[in-house]
């Protein structure tokens, strides 16, 4: 289970700013792909070989004085699921177009929420951004195993570009990843891409809802099965 970090597993404390950030992101992508238009395609392959710029994702943390702490919430309830997830076993990994040197990975350690990840991927990391897959497919390379035909997936999200990025990587691994719009951004997200309802949770209270209704509804089955009497052979 992937989860984007802004928006979901914490809140700003002001959210213009988050809305701000999330207004850059969306022009920085809209800009690159403006650009990779008129590119060649020798030259595209190069720079995708090359280590992304991110001058505006950089400058952003450049100006910012303030620390995480006084920018930044931890969300209560998502930490209560994240600890019911790690309990039950599940794989988690974080996905965020943030960058993670001088913000993502202090937010990580700053709120203690490092230590339910096996992988944790920002935007340095990668070449492309969401809405692009690249992020979510190497966090999902770097989870600690090889994928089994029986995982079943889900990415987490509060934007319109977690709908679109999770799409775009089951149809780059051939498998299904399962999108969770959290929020009304991404709930217009999931509309569009005509998502089951069940795959909008409008508060992190919902998602923790599905969370323990899936797992109680198996340990329900499981408690049924051993309490039928053993065939007669």
Same mark, same amino acid.
């Not at 309990?87 to 960058?99: F, H, P």
């Not at 897959?133 to 089994?148: F, H, K, N, Y």
């Not at 508060?203 to 340990?219: H, K, L, Q, W, Y």
């Given at each position: 289970m992937l989860f984007d970090l802004d928006g979901t597993l914490?809140?700003?404390v002001n959210p213009r700013v988050l809305q701000a950030l999330e207004f850059l992101d969306d022009c920085s992508h809209r800009g690159g792909r403006l650009v990779a238009r008129?590119?060649?395609?020798?030259?595209? /392959?190069?720079?995708?070989? /090359?280590? &992304?710029?991110?001058?505006?994702?950089?400058?952003?943390?450049? +100006?910012r004085r303030k620390s995480v702490e006084e920018m930044l919430v931890p969300c209560a309830t998502m930490r209560s699921t994240l600890e019911r997830l790690r309990?039950?076993? +599940?794989?988690?990994?974080?996905?965020?177009?943030? !960058?993670g040197c001088g913000y993502g990975h202090d937010v990580l350690e700053t709120f203690d929420l490092r230590k339910y990840f096996s992988s944790a991927v920002f935007r340095e990391d990668v070449a492309r951004g969401k809405p692009w &897959?690249?992020?979510? !497919?190497?966090?999902? /390379?770097?989870?600690? /195993?090889?994928?089994?035909r029986s995982d079943v997936i889900w990415y987490i999200g509060d934007q319109r570009k977690d709908i679109t990025a999770a799409q775009a990587a089951s149809q780059a691994m051939g498998r299904?990843?399962?999108?969770?719009a959290l929020g009304a951004r991404a709930a217009l997200g999931?509309?569009?891409?005509?998502?089951?309802?069940?795959?909008?949770?409008?508060? &992190?209270?919902?998602?923790?809802?599905? +969370?323990?209704?899936?797992?109680?509804?198996?340990?329900?089955? !499981?408690?049924?099965?051993?309490?039928? &009497?053993a065939p007669l052979l």
């Open positions: 914490v809140h700003h008129f590119r060649l395609a020798r030259r595209s /392959r190069a720079a995708a070989q /090359r280590a &992304p710029k991110l001058l505006v994702h950089k400058a952003i943390h450049k +100006v309990a039950e076993g +599940v794989t988690l990994g974080v996905v965020s177009n943030g !960058l &897959p690249d992020s979510i !497919l190497v966090a999902l /390379r770097g989870i600690g /195993r090889e994928l089994r299904t990843i399962r999108p969770i999931a509309v569009e891409a005509r998502l089951s309802p069940a795959q909008i949770m409008w508060t &992190p209270g919902d998602f923790e809802r599905a +969370v323990n209704a899936a797992f109680n509804a198996e340990a329900n089955e !499981l408690s049924l099965a051993a309490s039928l &009497p």
